[in-house]
């Protein structure tokens, strides 16, 4: 039997909203939603009302999951906002409009080895989301093809041989798509080609 690979902490300002969220995020076998109430999370999901800017969902979340990293769901926040969610451990900020599932769970999956952000990082990626602005452009057609297959499961091998390269040159097409896109990892370019609705 698989284990799931990351244990994830819902808190919500209301129960319809926890159901959705525990929903999405079940989709996969690689996450698993701990119980209310019950410690040692991996990864914190908090979703605010999206009117409200003093995040007591998200402070509620710390003070009894501790410092874990998280994706925070919110309406547009103050300067202080983003402040306080990245001083929470916040790693990636979205509007409530933006959540999908696939979104939800690259975000997820990506908050655990993502390093701690800035407040202007989160205003930055929140502000993107929600303007909506074609971010497909961003990437090449090959980054695109080797992000579906990384997201498939596969390893470098597997990729080149499907797709007639290198081992050396798929890992070469990942890191100019790193490089350029300031992307710090395979996890966050698939997350970040998740969010452009390319796979």
Do not use: C, W
Not at 35 to 58: F, I, K, T
């Amino acid at each position: 039997m698989n284990t799931p690979d990351l244990r994830v902490a819902v808190y919500t300002a209301d129960p319809l909203t926890r159901a959705g969220l525990v929903g999405m995020l079940t989709q996969t076998a690689v996450l698993e939603v701990v119980p209310s109430g019950e410690r040692g999370a991996d990864v914190l999901v908090a979703a605010e009302d999206p009117v409200d800017h003093e995040l007591p969902v998200l402070r509620q979340a710390v003070s009894e999951q501790g410092a874990v990293p998280g994706v925070l769901i919110a309406g547009p926040l103050p300067p202080s906002g983003h402040r306080s969610a990245a001083t929470a451990g916040v790693r990636s900020l979205l509007p409530h409009r933006a959540v999908r599932a696939e979104r939800l769970i690259a975000e997820v999956m990506s908050a655990r080895s993502a390093v701690e952000t800035s407040a202007g990082r989160l205003a930055a990626g929140y502000a993107e989301l929600a303007d909506g602005p074609d971010r497909a452009s961003r990437f090449h057609e090959r980054e695109i093809r080797v992000l579906r297959l990384i997201a498939e499961g596969k390893d470098t091998a597997e990729i080149g041989a499907a797709m007639g390269y290198s081992q050396r040159t798929i890992k070469n097409i990942l890191h100019h798509a790193q490089r350029r896109l300031a992307l710090r990892n395979r996890a966050q370019a698939v997350a970040e080609a998740i969010r452009s609705g390319l796979i």
